[in-house]
């Protein structure tokens, strides 16, 4: 049997949480429970802000198409936030909710926009990606929210990452070799240091790009392997690869 049950649906709200509280449901909430699911008086739901941990609570309807839930016991206390930064260059927007999504299933801390010399377009609506952030928290049983950074440049994203930060730079230009052996180069797994990953746009970083990041004390490149991947799949391999070598899946 699985350790966690995902039966029950799982809601993201912004205020606190403790026993005994009685919650109304915004309309949405409502009727995506009421409606969709067709939950009913007394069904469970699981309840996380990112802050007091996951609590179990009831529905009482009040209305035909308004409901409270009630906190009955925590399920889950919280956890300590994970200290993985990612560091991308935005996408379209439907490929761009894609990646934000699998960041979070794979345990970034921190989501940060980065503009470089080939990002395409500079539009970007941060409350989109938090909304794709906490859905995909939702779904996957996540209690911890990343932090949505404000878009910076290149240049002062790498300069904002303290020292003692490794940096893993998805290279496509890096030799082809074996990117676990790589990453145990750098670090010890036993004592892994704090982690971030920059992944770069469709059309990869500039010569100059490049050479500044490359430039950037305690940072490893990393090849993905022979394929050119596109920027979205990459960001689930390399994500992948540094929690499973350095991160929280070792």
Same mark, same amino acid.
């Given at each position: 049997m ?17 026993e ?20 009913g008086e ?6 996380f802000?990112? &802050? ?5 609570? +009831?529905?009482? !309807?009040?209305?035909?198409?308004? $409901?409270? =839930?009630?906190? %009955? *016991?925590q ?11 990612y ?10 909710d ?13 989501i940060?926009p980065?503009f470089?010399r080939?990002?395409?377009?500079e539009?970007?609506?941060l409350?989109r ?10 779904q996957c049983?996540?209690?911890a929210i990343?932090?949505i950074?404000e878009?910076?440049?290149?240049p002062?994203a ?6 003692? &930060?490794l940096?893993?730079?998805?290279? +496509?230009d890096? !030799?082809?070799?074996d990117?676990v $052996?790589? =990453?145990?180069? %750098? *670090?010890?797994?036993?004592a ?6 920059l992944?770069?746009?469709?059309g ?8 500044r ?7 490893v ?7 050119i991947?596109r920027?979205?799949t990459?960001a689930?391999?390399?994500?992948a ?10």
């Amino acid at each position: 049997m699985a350790a966690y049950d995902f039966t029950a649906p799982r809601l993201y709200v912004e205020a606190d949480l403790r026993e005994g509280l009685v919650l109304p449901l915004e309309r949405a909430q409502a009727g995506y429970l009421l409606t969709v699911l067709r939950k009913g008086e007394g069904d469970g739901v699981h309840l996380f802000n990112g &802050r007091d941990g996951e609590w179990r609570a +009831e529905i009482k !309807p009040n209305g035909r198409k308004s $409901a409270d =839930l009630a906190l %009955v *016991a925590q399920t889950r206390p919280q956890p300590a936030p994970a200290d993985l930064h990612y560091l991308f260059a935005p996408l379209k927007t439907g490929r761009l909710d894609y990646m934000a999504q699998k960041a979070v299933e794979m345990g970034s801390g921190v989501i940060r926009p980065v503009f470089t010399r080939y990002t395409q377009g500079e539009r970007l609506k941060l409350d989109r990606l938090r909304a794709n952030a906490i859905e995909a928290a939702e779904q996957c049983g996540i209690l911890a929210i990343p932090d949505i950074a404000e878009p910076t440049r290149l240049p002062e994203a790498l300069d904002t990452l303290e020292p003692s &930060r490794l940096l893993v730079f998805c290279d +496509e230009d890096a !030799p082809v070799a074996d990117p676990v $052996a790589a =990453l145990r180069a %750098v *670090a010890d797994p036993a004592a892994p240091p704090p982690l971030a990953v920059l992944v770069g746009p469709e059309g990869g970083f500039s010569p100059d790009e490049r050479e500044r990041i490359a430039g950037r004390p305690n940072t490893v490149a990393l090849s993905l392997g022979p394929r050119i991947l596109r920027a979205d799949t990459a960001a689930v391999a390399v994500l992948a690869l540094v929690q499973a070598v350095l991160g929280d899946a070792r």
